[in-house]
């Protein structure tokens, strides 16, 4: 069975989008393959979102903040926007493809427990829909 394919997709690619491509892999890698990008990425990655999925064994060094256009030519099985930013400005990709949207809050500039937080949302929320949408067990 090959792998399906998912794109989170936030505004700035630095923080939640990147924690959910590192969780999301982690955890359902063997059914899928999480990428993210951004429709104006920073194009850095948050430190204290690295850390994290540093410290819990998540983080890959290929993880690096995208534009959207960097992804547009890929084929998604599924697309998920993390912030409603992104989800109003969402292009339109070559071939539709299904969009889901999880709002999630950017705990950006915030204490490291805000991170935390957020990546406890991911696995919570997140997850569970990206793993009934494509991971059929």
């Not at 792998?3 to 059914?31: F, H, P, Q, W, Y």
């Not at 992804?71 to 697309?79: A, G, P, S």
């Amino acid at each position: 069975m090959s792998k399906k394919s998912v794109l989170i997709l936030c505004t700035g690619n630095s923080c939640r989008s990147i924690m959910a491509e590192a969780l999301l892999n982690a955890k359902l890698g063997d059914c899928l393959k999480a990428q993210s990008s951004g429709v104006k990425a920073s194009r850095k990655v948050n430190p204290n979102a690295k850390t994290l999925l540093d410290s819990l064994g998540y983080w890959r060094e290929e993880y690096h903040s995208k534009v959207i256009e960097s992804v547009m030519d890929t084929q998604f099985d599924l697309i998920v926007t993390v912030c409603d930013h992104a989800k109003e400005t969402c292009p339109m990709f070559p071939k539709a493809v299904k969009t889901i949207h999880v709002g999630l809050d950017d705990p950006s500039g915030k204490p490291k427990e805000e991170y935390e937080k957020t990546l406890l949302l991911i696995e919570k929320e997140l997850l569970p829909l990206v793993k009934k949408e494509l991971c059929h067990v």
